[in-house]
Structure formats: C-alpha cells, structure tokens
C-alpha cells in the first residue's frame, strides 16, 4: 500500500541553525500539507502546497519558514533559524484531491528537538 | 473559525468492554469530520470520516462514530475492544471548500487493560 514517507525520523541541532525536513508524499497525489505537534499540544496545520505553490498557511508558518518540491518526489520543509520553541513532531500529509473530503495521509513524522 | 473538543484526554478501558471516545465540534459550516489513530512511533491513520452522507459512519477496525448535528458530536465507539486499539486517538474537522487544512482535537490516548 502506498504511504507517506519521511526523513529523518529525528533531527537534533542547534539554536539558530536551518534545518530541512523531507517528505515523499504519495506518487499521484497533488496536494502536500506539513502539521507540527508539540509535546503535549494539538496537531496544527503549517501549510499546504499545490502546483508549486502555497494554497493556505496558518498564522505559525512566518518568514523562518518554507516549503518547496524540489523535483517530482520530494517535498520539503525548511526552517530557516530554528528556535528553541520549534522543537516538535513535523507530520507530512499528502492527498488526491482539493476537496474536504478527500483523505489526507499522513507520514510517521520527523521529530525536531532545538537544544 | 472550526474547532473539535475531546472530552477525556485518556481512556482505560477492559478488553472486551466498549471504547467510547467523545469529540463535539464547533463549525459555521457544514463541516468534514474525521476521526484519525496514531499508533507509537507511527503516523496518523484515518479510521473513519463523516462527509455529509450517512450520519452513522463506519471505518476500519470494527470503530464507527455517529454525526449528531443537534449535538454537535461525533463521538467515536467500538463495542468490543482489543489491546490492539491502545492507542492515541484524534477527532479533526475541516471546511467542505476547497482549502482543508484539517482542525485537530487535543487527542485521547486509549488504554486497554487485560
């Protein structure tokens, strides 16, 4: 079956320094949503992506972030300067379809902890 | 604005006894309603969804969940359950529109004792 892929599934670094999260949603899906949950707190929306472009970004997705599909398989999350407070689960989402109800699938996630 | 309210942020129940998982939401629309699990160390899977048709939806795993729109609930059971379903459990709800970033509930993690 196919599934959502992510790596790594965990990322230390430093305060400050970038960090790229990588997905690989799957194969003939169009639509591409990052999540993040901090320990404790609510899965919440970050983005989501289609036709090389943003759709809609929540009020978390400020200037330190970015998305991009670099090539046909990959979709990516970039965190400029990470902050202590960034540390957290980072979901990948992937579906068909625009629509609500179209099932959105989700990867095991990539857990990032700023020291 | 949408939002989901989990009663419970954790749930034991005896194998063999009914999971009841409470999620009541909050929409200005018609809303898309779905319930996801997320197994340790795993990503988030949906068990089921509710999309305006049937009020009495059915998903994976022997789990359905009722969409009550007087009660704006869209609680989640299971009539028998197995240690299998230990788990973390998560109501989410969307617009029926074009954007959907999904709206998530605080999650109930599911204990099921032998």
Same mark, same amino acid.
């Given at each position: 079956? *196919?599934?959502?892929?992510?790596? *790594?599934?965990?990322?230390?670094t430093?305060?400050?320094?970038?960090? +790229?999260?990588? /997905?690989? *949603?799957?194969?003939?899906?169009?639509?591409?949503?990052?999540?993040?949950? +901090?320990?404790?707190?609510?899965?919440?929306? &970050?983005?989501?992506?289609?036709?090389?472009?943003i759709?809609?970004?929540?009020? +978390?997705?400020?200037?330190?972030?970015?998305?991009?599909?670099?090539?046909?398989?990959?979709?990516? &999350?970039? +965190?400029?300067?990470?902050?202590?407070e960034?540390?957290?689960?980072?979901? /990948?989402?992937?579906?068909?379809?625009?629509?609500?109800?179209?099932?959105?699938?989700?990867? *095991?996630?990539?857990? &990032?902890?700023? &020291? | 604005? $949408?939002?989901?309210?989990?009663?419970?942020?954790?749930?034991?129940?005896? !194998?063999?006894? @009914?999971?009841?998982?409470?999620?009541?939401?909050?929409?200005?629309?018609?809303?898309?309603?779905?319930?996801?699990? $997320?197994?340790?160390?795993?990503? @988030? $899977?949906l068990?089921?969804?509710?999309?305006?048709?049937?009020?009495l939806?059915?998903?994976?795993?022997?789990? !359905?969940? !009722?969409?009550?729109?007087? !009660?704006?609930?869209?609680?989640?059971?299971?009539?028998?359950?197995?240690?299998?379903?230990?788990?973390?459990?998560?109501?989410?709800v969307?617009?029926?529109?074009g954007?959907?970033?999904?709206?998530?509930?605080k999650?109930?993690?599911?204990?099921?004792?032998?």
């Open positions: 079956e *196919p599934e959502v892929t992510q790596t *790594p599934s965990h990322q230390v430093q305060m400050g320094q970038e960090v +790229i999260l990588r /997905c690989v *949603p799957i194969s003939n899906h169009l639509y591409f949503y990052w999540y993040r949950q +901090i320990l404790g707190q609510k899965v919440e929306f &970050l983005v989501s992506f289609y036709n090389n472009e759709s809609e970004k929540s009020e +978390i997705f400020d200037d330190q972030f970015s998305v991009e599909r670099p090539d046909g398989s990959n979709f990516t &999350l970039k +965190i400029r300067s990470t902050k202590l960034d540390s957290a689960m980072y979901f /990948c989402a992937s579906s068909e379809a625009r629509t609500g109800t179209d099932t959105q699938y989700f990867g *095991p996630g990539t857990r &990032l902890t700023v &020291l | 604005a $949408q939002s989901v309210t989990q009663l419970g942020s954790h749930v034991s129940v005896s !194998e063999g006894a @009914l999971v009841l998982l409470r999620c009541n939401y909050s929409s200005s629309v018609p809303p898309y309603l779905f319930w996801y699990v $997320q197994y340790p160390n795993q990503g @988030l $899977q068990l089921l969804k509710y999309t305006s048709a049937a009020t939806v059915k998903g994976i795993n022997g789990f !359905e969940a !009722e969409f009550k729109k007087s !009660e704006t609930s869209f609680h989640l059971t299971k009539p028998s359950a197995h240690m299998r379903d230990a788990a973390e459990y998560f109501c989410a969307t617009r029926n529109s954007n959907t970033p999904l709206v998530f509930g999650g109930t993690r599911l204990s099921v004792i032998a």
